[in-house]
């Protein structure tokens, strides 16, 4: 058995994290402690996006973690990411999405699908944090459904006109580089859609000139790129959610991202990635209201003794460890996967729908254990269980994980010849022979 390493906390997997990551997990930790939990019951009420601390993040390097040092990122793996959004996740899911979004969404499809000259411009002011970044794939009429894509990208000259809206974007306001997707051949269904980087000054100039992050002057800056109304969500209150219009938006031939017709392909593949961040910001979540759970179970009294004492309340609380165990596996091994560059796809989804449908149960079990206090803004567990839900929501919903598995599950088993089902009389007998 490995040694316990300083600073180990109980639950930890060492299997998975080297002394490295927990460090960074740690320095996480401290900070978030300083940092997130005096401000994010506030940020969340005044649905105000954390500037200050998205400042700080980035210069942590927080904002380019994955991020090869050569392009202005950390240069270190996919887990230390994963351990860093979950252990923002713990204090608050507006800081841990500002990080997963900014990084999988925002930075990911240009490191891993532009080329030289785009890399060159774009990841460096990303992955620094020097700006936000942002993908925009959903629209009004295209959800689970990306296909459904209308936004249009109409040959101008050497570039491109984007007519069409985009919703639900997360940073649309605040940031100023975005990943988007747009039909270039209609006749083509997902194979005539592309995707193009795009440049928008942040709605907010005065606050990030004045915090010196979150604006650069010299981006190629698109006219008739907006960002459009901001959603009043339930949860991730923080962060900053809109609408994306481009109005006869005229893009350079030179900023779209691959080949005509690759963009539907690269944005789930993006997507792919992006859900093992969801899966650690749902752990980070469900880990988050245990621990405040455990701690009230153990402080708060009824009947002449420590309400954990009651097996109801420890059976939840026994329940919800093991799912945080599994949890943690299916999400640490789905990022190992990936950083080996073996397929992960069906990982990911396995451990996004397990993830958020634990941070989902979790929280509501914390409000529980916590009684009417759980219910009210004076302890966290009600943002974590509004923070949970959109987990079950965000970047393929759960229903859309299931078809994904499903399709994966499907073509292994069909594929394999070791699992050819027996003629059904000799399985019968197997199936009764003990
Ligand atoms: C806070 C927030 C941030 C977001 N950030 C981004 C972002 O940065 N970029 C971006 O592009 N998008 C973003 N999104 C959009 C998000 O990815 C979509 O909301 C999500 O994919 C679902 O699409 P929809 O809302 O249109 O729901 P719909 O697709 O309309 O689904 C409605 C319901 O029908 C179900 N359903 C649909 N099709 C099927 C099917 N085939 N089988 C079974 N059930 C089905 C769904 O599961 C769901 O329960 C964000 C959303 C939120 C809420």
Same mark, same amino acid.
């Given at each position: 058995?490995?040694?316990?390493?300083?600073?180990?906390?109980?639950?930890?997997?060492?299997?998975?994290?080297?002394?490295?990551?927990?460090?960074?997990?740690?320095?996480?930790?401290?900070?978030?402690?300083?940092?997130?939990?005096?401000?994010?019951?506030?940020?969340?009420?005044?649905?105000?996006?954390?500037?200050?601390?998205?400042?700080?993040?980035?210069?942590?390097?927080?904002?380019?973690?994955?991020?090869?040092? =050569? %392009? $202005?990122?950390?240069?270190? @793996?996919? +887990?230390? #990411?994963?351990?860093? !959004?979950?252990?923002?996740? /713990?204090? &608050?899911?507006?800081?841990?999405?500002?990080?997963?979004?900014?990084?999988?969404?925002?930075?990911?499809?240009?490191?891993?699908?532009?080329?030289?000259?785009?890399?060159?411009?774009?990841?460096?002011?990303?992955?620094?944090?020097?700006?936000?970044?942002?993908?925009?794939?959903?629209?009004?009429?295209?959800?689970?459904?990306?296909?459904?894509?209308?936004?249009?990208?109409?040959?101008?000259?050497?570039?491109?006109?984007?007519?069409?809206?985009?919703?639900?974007?997360?940073?649309?306001?605040?940031?100023?580089?975005?990943?988007?997707?747009?039909?270039?051949?209609?006749?083509?269904?997902?194979?005539?859609?592309?995707?193009?980087?795009?440049?928008?000054?942040?709605?907010?100039?005065?606050?990030?000139? =004045? %915090? $010196?992050?979150?604006?650069? @002057?010299? +981006?190629? #800056?698109?006219?008739? !790129?907006?960002?459009?109304? /901001?959603? &009043?969500?339930?949860?991730?209150?923080?962060?900053?959610?809109?609408?994306?219009?481009?109005?006869?938006?005229?893009?350079?031939?030179?900023?779209?991202?691959?080949?005509?017709?690759?963009?539907?392909?690269?944005?789930?593949?993006?997507?792919?990635?992006?859900?093992?961040?969801?899966?650690?910001?749902?752990?980070?979540?469900?880990?988050?209201?245990?621990?405040?759970?455990?701690?009230?179970?153990?402080?708060?009294?009824?009947?002449?003794?420590?309400?954990?004492?009651?097996?109801?309340?420890?059976?939840?609380?026994?329940?919800?460890?093991?799912?945080?165990?599994?949890?943690?596996?299916?999400?640490?091994?789905?990022?190992?996967?990936?950083?080996?560059?073996?397929?992960?796809?069906?990982?990911?989804?396995?451990?996004?729908?397990?993830?958020?449908?634990?941070?989902?149960?979790?929280?509501?079990?914390?409000?529980?254990?916590?009684?009417?206090?759980?219910?009210?803004?004076?302890?966290?567990?009600?943002?974590?269980?509004?923070?949970?839900?959109?987990?079950?929501?965000?970047?393929?919903?759960?229903?859309?994980?299931?078809?994904?598995?499903?399709?994966?599950?499907?073509?292994?088993?069909?594929?394999?010849?070791?699992?050819?089902?027996?003629?059904?009389?000799?399985?019968?007998?197997?199936?009764?022979?003990?």
């Amino acid at each position: 058995m490995s040694e316990a390493l300083p600073g180990q906390r109980a639950g930890t997997m060492d299997r998975y994290l080297s002394s490295e990551h927990i460090r960074l997990r740690d320095e996480v930790c401290a900070f978030a402690r300083e940092a997130i939990v005096p401000v994010a019951p506030h940020l969340d009420e005044a649905a105000e996006f954390l500037w200050d601390n998205a400042k700080s993040m980035a210069r942590r390097g927080w904002l380019g973690i994955p991020v090869p040092r =050569e %392009l $202005g990122g950390m240069g270190l @793996d996919t +887990l230390s #990411f994963i351990v860093v !959004v979950e252990e923002l996740a /713990k204090f &608050d899911g507006s800081h841990a999405i500002t990080v997963a979004a900014h990084t999988t969404l925002g930075t990911s499809p240009i490191v891993s699908f532009g080329t030289e000259d785009q890399r060159r411009r774009f990841v460096p002011p990303l992955a620094s944090g020097e700006v936000l970044g942002g993908f925009g794939l959903t629209e009004p009429g295209a959800g689970s459904d990306a296909s459904g894509t209308r936004t249009r990208a109409v040959r101008d000259g050497d570039g491109y006109r984007l007519d069409g809206s985009k919703i639900f974007i997360t940073h649309a306001g605040v940031g100023e580089i975005f990943t988007v997707t747009a039909v270039t051949d209609p006749d083509q269904g997902t194979h005539g859609i592309s995707s193009f980087v795009v440049c928008k000054p942040t709605v907010d100039l005065a606050r990030a000139k =004045e %915090l $010196g992050f979150g604006h650069k @002057d010299d +981006l190629p #800056f698109t006219e008739g !790129v907006r960002a459009g109304r /901001k959603e &009043d969500k339930m949860g991730w209150r923080a962060s900053d959610t809109r609408e994306l219009h481009f109005e006869g938006a005229r893009v350079p031939a030179e900023q779209r991202l691959g080949e005509e017709g690759q963009g539907f392909v690269n944005f789930m593949r993006t997507l792919d990635a992006g859900r093992i961040g969801i899966a650690a910001l749902s752990l980070g979540l469900a880990e988050g209201a245990f621990e405040a759970a455990v701690r009230y179970a153990h402080e708060r009294r009824q009947f002449d003794r420590p309400i954990w004492d009651f097996q109801q309340i420890q059976f939840k609380l026994a329940d919800i460890a093991t799912d945080i165990e599994a949890g943690r596996h299916l999400t640490y091994h789905a990022a190992w996967l990936k950083e080996r560059g073996e397929p992960f796809s069906k990982q990911a989804a396995m451990a996004k729908l397990f993830c958020s449908e634990l941070a989902m149960r979790a929280t509501l079990d914390a409000i529980q254990v916590l009684g009417g206090v759980g219910y009210t803004s004076e302890y966290e567990v009600e943002r974590m269980m509004r923070a949970a839900k959109v987990c079950e929501i965000g970047e393929g919903t759960n229903e859309i994980q299931r078809l994904v598995i499903g399709r994966h599950v499907l073509a292994e088993v069909l594929a394999d010849p070791a699992l050819d089902s027996p003629p059904r009389s000799s399985r019968t007998t197997e199936a009764y022979s003990y």
